[in-house]
């Protein structure tokens, strides 16, 4: 199997522009989870879907992020407009156990 | 205080040397506890996994988890210059899907 993909790996725009990240979840994985990494804060749980449904998104930090899952298969995080502070790596996981995920290698997003 | 510590190093060992690398939690409720491994500029690689309390061991990793204090151990024998790593522990209470995540330890080995 790939594993999770993700893309793009890196990521550079402009204060304001729209981001949109991307994912391709394990085949046969139920659960999919977003999740950031900063230095200061470390890896944080933005969102995740079970069965392409959100069921937990208390950690979007605000109304410019939005995640979707149309199918099984594929999986958007978007950030309009985008800010400085969003800068960070942001990681896509997939599990079909829920709390055993596996990580993508994350797209590294620099908001100038 | 944060629901899991996890000292952030780096620790630098030699080659060879067994490496014992810790987590604290606060949360009983707790029931999966995991660590990964993360290299430079790479996504977080599942390394082991362990239900309640007990031991696991694959290979050069052994993983201990002490429930009664709180208290999660990887253990890395014959320690390698490939294992120079970040070691993220993770765990869960297996309802709501959200793993709490230490804040990593860096290791070095050097050869």
């Not at chain 1, 900063?38 to 879907?49: A, D, P, Q, S, V």
């Not at chain 1, 605000?62 to 790596?89: G, W, Y």
């Not at chain 2, 060992?13 to 014992?20: D, K, L, N, Q, T």
């Not at chain 2, 709180?70 to 522990?89: E, G, H, N, V």
Request: aromatic share 12%.
């Amino acid at each position: 199997d790939a594993g999770v993909i993700q893309s793009p790996r890196h990521e550079v725009t402009e204060m304001g522009q729209e981001v949109t990240l991307r994912c391709k979840p394990i085949s046969g994985h139920d659960y999919l989870f977003w999740y950031r990494q900063t230095m200061m804060r470390g890896l944080e749980l933005l969102i995740y879907f079970n069965n392409n449904v959100p069921i937990d998104d208390s950690g979007m930090p605000e109304d410019r992020f939005s995640a979707k899952m149309p199918n099984a298969s594929f999986s958007t995080l978007k950030i309009q407009p985008s800010e400085p502070r969003d800068s960070a790596v942001y990681f896509c996981a997939s599990s079909f156990q829920r709390d055993i995920q596996y990580f993508g290698a994350g797209t590294r997003l620099s908001v100038l | 205080q944060k629901e899991v510590e996890q000292d952030p190093g780096p620790l630098s060992v030699p080659e060879g040397a067994i490496v014992s690398l810790n987590c604290t939690y606060s949360n009983s409720a707790f029931q999966y506890f995991m660590w990964y491994r993360q290299y430079s500029r790479k996504g977080p690689e599942l390394l082991m996994y362990t239900y309640s309390s007990g031991n696991k061991e694959d290979g050069r990793f052994t993983a201990q988890v002490d429930k009664s204090s709180k208290y999660i151990s990887l253990f890395i024998r014959d320690s390698q210059p490939s294992d120079s790593a970040t070691y993220l522990c993770a765990m869960s209470n297996n309802q709501g899907g959200k793993l709490i995540f230490g804040q990593g330890t860096e290791l070095s080995v050097k050869p």
